[in-house]
């Protein structure tokens, strides 16, 4: 198992889905937000085609082919990360169902044919470039929006999903406007919205992750709260249902 590891890579486990997956310090590891978009997003009967978008090591794809034996593709354009992930689902045995990507969202017109996807997920970079990055590297590509920002991403998911379909978003709470607005002028519609709280002191939201359905005129459900922790810094029941099931 050791000999699928490079300089500086480890091993990670996976519990509720029983999986390892190779990560780095040095270059990108998953963090909650991955774990709570995979455990939001809802995969149905009729659905046949999913596509992660901004998808770093595959943390996402791996967590939903627990559930799906559908195909899923990914698309990344770390090169490091992306062989990372390919690592990652042979050493899972996932090879076969799930495909990464090297390319650049930007030309996603010149790989992938138009209305494809029937659910479409996507963790993409948080913070705006509003001042010019000293350190460009795999770290502040992955949080900063220096290779796409929002409205690219949002736009490569208009190309890429069907009619009807679905796309889920994690995204910082505090850019949720933003959010809601570029999907709303994209075409998409907000199904679902669910805000993600430290524990229940918490009086500002960390994360927002919603549901939207592309060309509907869905009304939003609005869940309760998320919290991540409960008193004394442990985490909460619905926290270790998303780790351990």
Known sequence: MNELLKEDERLDELYRENMKIIQSRSVFSFSVDALLLANFTKISRQDRTIMDLCSGNGVVPMLLSHRTALPIDAVEIQEQLVDMAKRSFE?????????MYNIDIKNI?????????????????????????????????ARHEVMIDLEGVVKAARYLIKNKGRLYMVHRAERSAEVIFCLMDNGFRIKTQQYVYNDPDSKNAMFVIVEALFHSQAYVDVLPPFYIYEAEDRYSKEMLEVYYG
């Open 91 to 99: 050493l899972n045995d996932k090879a076969g169902q799930l495909a």
């Open 109 to 141: 017109k010149e790989h992938f044919k138009h209305s494809t996807y029937d659910v479409i997920t996507v963790n993409p970079p948080y913070f705006t470039n509003d001042q010019p990055l000293k350190v460009l590297g795999p770290h502040s590509i």
